[in-house]
């Protein structure tokens, strides 16, 4: 049986809503930029968007660190296959997502031929040569992505609220910030 | 007075007319800009040199560049576009961007420094940089650096003008490919 007072490691818990905020301010930010027209403002906003969006690059590895060296809380027994099988692919698929999305977003730059440099501080090495049309390409591959995260992040949402609410198996507790 | 004014006009043209030979394809004027601490870079796809040169009289040397504005490069296609705006080149109504030397001198080590008269935008400034002279094959190849502000010449009005996005400095590089013997 599981221990129903059972949470997630602490760093996994902590990088699961910092990243939770931080990608809802980058996506925001990032539709925000997409409809501006160029102004110098752009230019900052696209810079800050592309500095969240590496720092979110850089937390998703702690994260998976902090995923692998501890053991995650067992699922509610009263889980079924079915469910149990949506659950891991979900997770997976956010986790995929958190590594394609910022990684599309920082090919699209070097295509572009505009290196990242992390808050004014550094470049970052540029991943690909400078190409417009595949600029483009990687542009329409970030917004794709983009939604399909969205997408997942929604199912991701609607399920956790399901337990909650539906359910009531206290799954949500598993990722509560403090100890009971 | 018309004669005067053809033989001035022809004694001004004389130096260009032994000037060398400029393979333009192996030439190129290009720049460097900051944005947000980005290096940016660009370049004009379209210009005329006409370039005298020796080694052995570098203070004989003259250089005289003709830029067309309107073959600006930059990244993207939307930077181009709006390079050409009013803001920036204005290139509807300065469609050419010029060099005219005023002096060369060696400066030791292989190196030279150039000085001339820079007009965009209608805007008229000094400039100088150093360059390098190197044999490439047929060609001798003449390399600089010339970093200049680019308020000083209007490039980038309005809201541009903040240069904690774009930097006012701006790095015009050239290279102008001479055929020797020629
Ligand atoms: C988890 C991280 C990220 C999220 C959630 C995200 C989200 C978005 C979204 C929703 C858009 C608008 C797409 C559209 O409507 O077409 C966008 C655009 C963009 N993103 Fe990201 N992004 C992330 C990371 C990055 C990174 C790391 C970079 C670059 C280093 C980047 C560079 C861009 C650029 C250049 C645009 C286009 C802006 C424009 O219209 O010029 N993004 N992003």
Redo the contacts between chains.
Sequence with gaps: MNDPAERYAAPTVLLHWLMAALIVATFWLGLTVADMPLSPTKFKWIAWHKWLGVTLLGLLALRLLSRALTRAPALPATMGTHARTMARLGHLGLYALMLAVPLSGWLMSSAYGFPVVYLQLFALPDLVAKNEALGDALRDAHTVLNWTLAALVAGHVLAALKHQFVDRDGLMARMRLRRR | MKKTALFAAALLCAPLAFAQQVDLAQSRIGFTLK???????GSFARFSANVVFDAKKPEAGKADFTIQTSSINL?????VV?AKKKDWFNTAQYPTARFVSTGMKAIGNGRYQLSGKLTMKGITRDVSAPFTVRDAGALTLVEGTLPVSRLAFRIGEG??S?T???DDKVEIKFRVALKRGA
Aim: hydrophobic share 30%; aromatic share 6%; no cysteine.
């Design positions: 944005q947000l601490n980005v290096p940016v870079d990244p993207t296609t939307d930077a709006e809201e541009w903040d904690g996005t774009i």
